[in-house]
């Protein structure tokens, strides 16, 4: 008996918190002891407790309605809390509903938001209409956004036109509504009316929709003034505010806006969405450093990583080779479920194997390409070029025939140049003059610059430097900028003549841009002509040839097997700006003296390359 004198109210908040395994036995109690029958909220409640658990348990809720109806009727709050099950259940129960009582407005927001197809949305609004529900706002809301999900936007707009009264959660159902359907026009316009009729205050939901418009259209001067509304209304502190805010910043490539308004933040009001949003912004600047200088802030503060967040930093470890923290990534995917060779999809999957291929751990990323459930033409792609790179051309040329003879997966062009890549780093020049044969004849592809500028970098390698201008010249206009490769060769083989030859018919063409120029006179300096070198730097100057971004290389420093503690270190051609500069270039100088010393350079060897504007 003392059960019985246990507050209704204590025992359901145990139910939530203990899970499905309460949830039987406290049904068993409320039926024996009669508060089931006696107690229209206790049914209301544990029919809600049904609703939220796990499917096997959903059936149960019918039969429960239908032994509750004697002598009377459950009340319509209970069957409206039925009605959030699954749609082919939810429409069971309205059937229930409709036998006992008149529905009201909150008896089709549920089977609205739970329908499958628009021909449903369509009869479920012809109902409501003959209730007189439709215009009721509860109601009128969730057929705005269900119409706009299901494309029906003319069916949205007169419905919209004839509502009496419209409060800010129908204008936000508009606005979001037609930005996820693409109609960013019509969205902005929603926004605007709202705006000038001036009846209804906006919220944080009509920022962040009218937010993500910008961000979508890249409109960075729209998404600036907005910026100045957000400050001006007070929402300049809601986190979804700010994390749409960062959103935009970063797409549009601003990441020291971004980075502004992240840093405007509480770390203890950032959770997950705001460290992905600023980690992507990182990611689609290419300051790789950055984002993992951030993934190890995120994780200092304890807020747990998610595919979206493995998907920004991955990259990341494979561009600046960050094997430690790669692998801690790694790990992190495994101890937390995220198991690569099960939950994520391929896409994560691809970008791990690309980590550890980029980061010269081959065998470890054979053995996560092995483990993969599945793998599509870029996944193979990505390993291949991973053995090319390093210098394993048998085991690239292995795993190309595995995928076309055993897998029988038809190979891109990506694929071709993977294979012709690893040709050319391992000598084998005759395998891949046939690649490049067999990628016209036997797979139907077209060979791109590409393509040719890496077989005419195998036959200059080899010394083949007739056969590497035959390749270029064969190649026509499509690849004109494999001058550039050839004329490498003919430098990297002290052929003079050749190379001005190869320098001149690159100048000639209108792709042209200065790494032509600037092997050219890199030719002439290591040469010692610096006459000629002054020359060709004058005439870039009258062309106004500019030369090209500095080259980057990073160095991760220091932590463990694990990766924590690594700092990663950036350093950009020409740039003197890192705090330990001086004592690095004396390092360089030493280095370089001892060199020489010991003939590997010889006097005439420049310390640094030509420097041209």
Known sequence: MAALRVPLQAILSGTRAGGPRLLLPLHAHLLVSGRLAASPAALTSLVSLYVRAPPALHRAVVPLLLRAASPSPPPLPCFNAALSLPHPLALRVFGHLRLAHCPDAFSFPPLISSAPSASQILALHALSFRCGLAHELFCASALLRACLRFGLADHARRLFGELPHRDVVVWNAMVNGFANLGCFDHAVECFRMMREEGEVEISSFTVTGILSVCTATADLGRGAAFHGLVVKSGFAQEVSVCNALVDLYGKCHKVDDASRVFEGMADMDKDLFSWNSMLSALHYSADYAGTIKLFSRMRCVAVWPNAVTVAAVLPA?????????????????????????????????????????????????????????????????????????????????????????????????????????????????????????????????????????????????????????????????????????????????????????????????????????????????????????????????????????????????????????????????????????????????????????????????????????
Request: negative net charge; charged residues 25%; contains cysteine.
């Open 317 to 613: 470890c494979a561009q600046t080779a960050a094997l430690q923290v790669g692998r801690e990534v790694h790990g992190y995917i495994v101890t937390s479920g995220l198991d690569c060779c099960g939950l994520l999809d391929v896409f994560a999957c691809n970008a791990l194997v690309d980590m550890y291929a980029k980061s010269g751990a081959l065998d470890e990323a054979r053995r996560v390409f092995d483990q993969m459930q599945q793998r599509d033409v870029a996944s193979w792609n990505i390993m291949i070029d991973g053995y090319a790179s390093h210098g394993h051309g048998k085991e690239a040329l292995e795993l190309f025939r595995q995928m076309t003879e055993v897998e029988r997966l038809l190979p891109d062009e990506i694929t071709l140049l993977g294979a012709l890549s690893a040709c050319s780093h391992s000598g084998l020049v005759e395998e891949g003059k046939d690649f490049l044969k067999r990628m016209k004849d036997e797979f139907c592809l077209e060979p791109q610059l590409e393509h040719y500028a890496c077989v005419t970098d195998m036959l200059g390698r080899a010394g083949r430097l007739d056969e590497a201008r035959k390749v270029v010249e064969d190649a026509g206009a499509v690849g004109v900028g494999a001058w550039r490769t050839y004329l490498a060769a003919c430098r990297m083989h002290g052929d003079k003549e050749r190379a001005q030859e190869a320098a001149r018919m690159l100048m000639l063409t209108e792709e042209s841009e200065s790494g032509g120029w600037v092997l050219l006179a890199n030719t002439y300096g290591w040469e010692g002509n610096f006459e000629e070198l002054e020359e060709v730097r004058e005439e870039m100057k009258r062309r106004g040839v500019q030369k090209a971004a500095p080259g980057c290389s990073w160095v991760e420093v220091g932590g463990d097997n694990s990766g924590s503690g690594a700092v990663m270190h950036a350093f950009v051609s020409g740039d003197r700006r890192h705090p330990e500069a001086d004592m690095i270039y004396e390092m360089l100088h030493s280095l370089i003296s001892w060199m020489r010393d010991c003939s590997h350079l010889s006097s005439t060897t420049p310390l640094y390359s030509v420097e041209l504007p």
